[in-house]
Structures are given as C-alpha cells and as structure tokens.
Antibody, heavy 120, light 106 residues
Framework: EVQMVESGGGLVPPGKSLRLACTTS????????MHWVRQAPGKGLEWVSG????????GYADSVRGRFIISRDNARKSIYLQMDNLRPEDTALYFC?????????????WGQGIRVTVSS | IQLTQSPSSLSASVGDSVVITCQTS??????LSWYQQKPGKAPKLLIH???ILESGVTSRFSGGGSGTDFTLTISSLQPEDIATYYC?????????FGPGTKVEIK
C-alpha cells in the first residue's frame, strides 16, 4: 500500500524556520516525483513545491520561492521541505503527495497532512 | 497560470447531472487534473490529462476540454459526491489549483 506520512509541523513564531519531512512506503520511491501541497484553514488547495525523481528538477510557488527549499533522500525514501522566514500566511495543513511518474506532473496519492501554524 | 472555476458552489438534487467548469489564463493543452476533497480528508484524484478517468473512480465522473476551457461532469449526482472539487494545471511552473467548487445536495 502506498503511504506518505508527514512530520515536523507545529507552532512557530513569524520569521522562524521549520523543516517538514515526508516518509514513504509501499512503492519504489526513487522512481517517482513528489509534491508538497498546502491548505490554509477553510481555504482551497495551493501547490507549494515539487521535485523530480533525480533531485534535479524542482519547482516552487511564487509565494514561497526564495524561502522554502524542497529536497529528497532516496535512501531514506523521504522528501523534505525546509521553510525559512515563515509568515502567518504560511499557516496551513501541508500535504505530501506522490506524482504519477518520474518527472513533475500531477499528484496521484496523498498523505493525511501535517499542520503548521505561524503565530506569535 | 491562473485557474478560475464556476460555479463556486452549487446545490443539486440526487440524480441530477452537474457540470463544473475550469478556465485557465493560458493554453495548457490537456495538462489538467481534477480532485475531489471531502471535509477533513486528503484530496482524491479523479481525472488526469483532462479526460482520463482514474482506475477505481466511478464512471459517473467525466472530464473534457483542452486548451483553456475544461469541464468536470457528474452524471446522476449521489449523496457520496458531496465534496469540493478542484482543477489543477501541471503544464507550467508554478503548478496551480483552481479555487474549488463546493457541491451540495438540494
């Protein structure tokens, strides 16, 4: 069974950093691109970032470019989202999702999400 | 690329046919997917490449369109279809989602 489990969320003051992790199982991790998608409370989905199978191709939403960095560790079957200079508007449920293929396309399978709250 | 969906919400009777539209600000060919999200749950992929139904998804869902105009049709609406539906473009970075369409039963 394909599984993604997010961790690392929590409450953090504005301007601080947080690192999210997504640990996967049930599939050949190094053959799939991965995504982070977030959802602010009561709001819609926002694509945050994605990384291809080889670590070479990455993309970011305009709202996080320059502050967030996505990475992956194929040996650990995990992806990460380093979030720096956090803002209150980054408060959201962050989903990790597996793509359908090696290069970045559409998310196919999703984790249950991890909550991040940015507040003083 | 900006995505607009209409309507933002709708209320229909069980058995009705429902159409949700998604318009993109530039031509994305067929690089569009549709997701269903129920309250408190992760999104579920319904359709990719504009019209290809995911395995295991009921054939009451269908997708169409290309370029800048797309549709999601739910034929014979059922109570379990109550959810918010999002379109998503994956043609160009940054990828983007539409604002969502909330579907309710009348």
């Amino acid at each position: 069974e394909v599984q993604m489990v997010e961790s690392g969320g929590g409450l953090v003051p504005p301007g601080k950093s947080l690192r999210l992790a997504c640990t996967t199982s049930g599939f050949a991790f190094d053959e799939f691109a991965m995504h982070w998608v977030r959802q602010a409370p009561g709001k819609g989905l926002e694509w945050v970032s994605g990384i291809d199978w080889s670590n070479a191709g990455r993309g970011y939403a305009d709202s996080v470019r320059g502050r967030f960095i996505i990475s992956r560790d194929n040996a650990r079957k995990s992806i990460y989202l380093q979030m720096d200079n956090l803002r209150p508007e980054d408060t959201a449920l962050y989903f990790c999702a597996r793509d359908v293929g090696r290069t970045l396309g559409y998310p196919e399978s999703w984790g249950q999400g991890i909550r991040v709250t940015v507040s003083s | 690329i900006q995505l607009t969906q209409s309507p933002s919400s709708l209320s229909a009777s069980v058995g009705d046919s429902v159409v949700i539209t998604c318009q993109t600000s530039q031509d994305i060919s067929y690089f569009l997917s549709w997701y269903q999200q129920k309250p408190g749950k992760a999104p579920k992929l319904l359709i990719h490449d504009a019209s290809i139904l995911e395995s295991g998804v009921t054939s009451r869902f269908s997708g169409g369109g290309s370029g800048t105009d797309f549709t999601l049709t739910i034929s014979s609406l059922q109570p379990e279809d109550i959810a918010t539906y999002y379109c998503h473009q994956y043609d160009n970075f940054p990828f983007t989602f539409g604002p969502g369409t909330k579907v309710e039963i009348k």
